[in-house]
């Protein structure tokens, strides 16, 4: 069974990519199914980062995060320097996605990948370059 084995900080640029690729229809089939295993790693990742920010963050009277005019939270400043470094640690730890009933789809995926020949560069070029070196390794 496929394995790919990614840091955090690349699952968005992962999915950017993804959306941004020009895939006949059957490819773009297999690419859909391997999306939607990234969006799931890409929610869990943020219930990590909701739970961190209540700790972390201020709070409303009902417990609720307290959001700023521009969308930002304001972190308790005794908090600040310890919310960081564990976002940190957060980014960098490794999900693992595997296929399960999409297993074929994502093996499929990884061939597509390899043949790809569309023009990507920045956070994309990254994300193509160490989803290669993981499908590769299998």
């Given at each position: 069974m496929q394995r790919i084995t990614l840091e955090n900080y690349l699952i968005v640029p992962c999915i950017n990519l993804l959306n941004g690729m020009e895939l006949k229809a059957s490819d773009s089939r297999h690419r859909t199914k391997f999306l939607g295993l990234l969006k799931e790693a890409f929610e869990g990742l943020q219930e990590s980062e909701k739970a961190l920010l209540t700790e972390c963050a201020e709070l409303d009277e009902s417990g609720n995060l307290k959001q700023s005019e521009k969308g930002t939270y304001t972190l308790k400043?005794?908090?600040a320097q310890e919310y960081h470094a564990e976002h940190k640690k957060l980014?960098?730890?490794k999900v693992i996605i595997?296929?399960?009933m999409h297993?074929?789809?994502v093996e499929a995926f990884?061939?597509?990948l390899q043949d790809y020949d569309g023009v990507i560069s920045g956070a994309e070029a990254a994300a193509f370059d160490r989803l290669l070196e993981e499908f590769e390794k299998e």
């Amino acid at each position: 069974m496929q394995r790919i084995t990614l840091e955090n900080y690349l699952i968005v640029p992962c999915i950017n990519l993804l959306n941004g690729m020009e895939l006949k229809a059957s490819d773009s089939r297999h690419r859909t199914k391997f999306l939607g295993l990234l969006k799931e790693a890409f929610e869990g990742l943020q219930e990590s980062e909701k739970a961190l920010l209540t700790e972390c963050a201020e709070l409303d009277e009902s417990g609720n995060l307290k959001q700023s005019e521009k969308g930002t939270y304001t972190l308790k400043k005794d908090k600040a320097q310890e919310y960081h470094a564990e976002h940190k640690k957060l980014m960098d730890e490794k999900v693992i996605i595997e296929g399960g009933m999409h297993a074929h789809n994502v093996e499929a995926f990884g061939k597509i990948l390899q043949d790809y020949d569309g023009v990507i560069s920045g956070a994309e070029a990254a994300a193509f370059d160490r989803l290669l070196e993981e499908f590769e390794k299998e």
